[in-house]
């Protein structure tokens, strides 16, 4: 069993920064893709940011230039810093990743439950 725990989120004025935590934990014997998600009321969730293995990292639009997505393989964490937030930024942010339980598996993709950023002023 693999779980996800995001943390950091909360409200922030707009101009203000946060840095949303994931960590990573149970049965991992390797991870792959790790990811941010986000949901915003009334909307579609959308992708933010992703991160491979090796550190190739690829973004929305929308937050390019404002969000850094970042890992520490040894923590088995997952960070997002945010900058410059926007009230468009307000939602549910969720991470999540392709986890190899066993050496023979498959990866399998596990969600966090998600934080709330809330950008308001």
């Known amino acids: 069993q693999v779980q996800l725990v995001e943390s950091g989120g909360g409200l922030v004025q707009p101009g203000g920064s946060l840095r949303l935590s994931c960590a990573v934990s149970?049965?991992?014997?390797?991870?792959?893709?790790m990811g941010w998600y986000r949901q915003a009321p009334g909307k579609q969730r959308e992708l933010v940011a992703v991160?491979?293995?090796?550190?190739?990292?690829n973004y929305a639009d929308s937050v390019k230039g404002r969000f850094t997505i970042s890992r520490d393989n040894a923590k088995n964490t997952l960070y997002l810093q945010m900058k410059s937030l926007k009230p468009e930024d307000t939602a549910v942010y969720y991470c999540?990743?392709?986890?190899?339980?066993?050496?023979?598996?498959?990866?399998?993709?596990?969600w966090g439950k998600g934080t709330l950023v809330t950008v308001s002023s």
């Open positions: 999540n990743t392709d986890v190899r339980p066993l050496p023979t598996w498959g990866a399998i993709r596990y």
């Open positions: 149970g049965t991992i014997f390797s991870i792959d893709a």
């Open positions: 991160i491979t293995s090796g550190g190739s990292t």
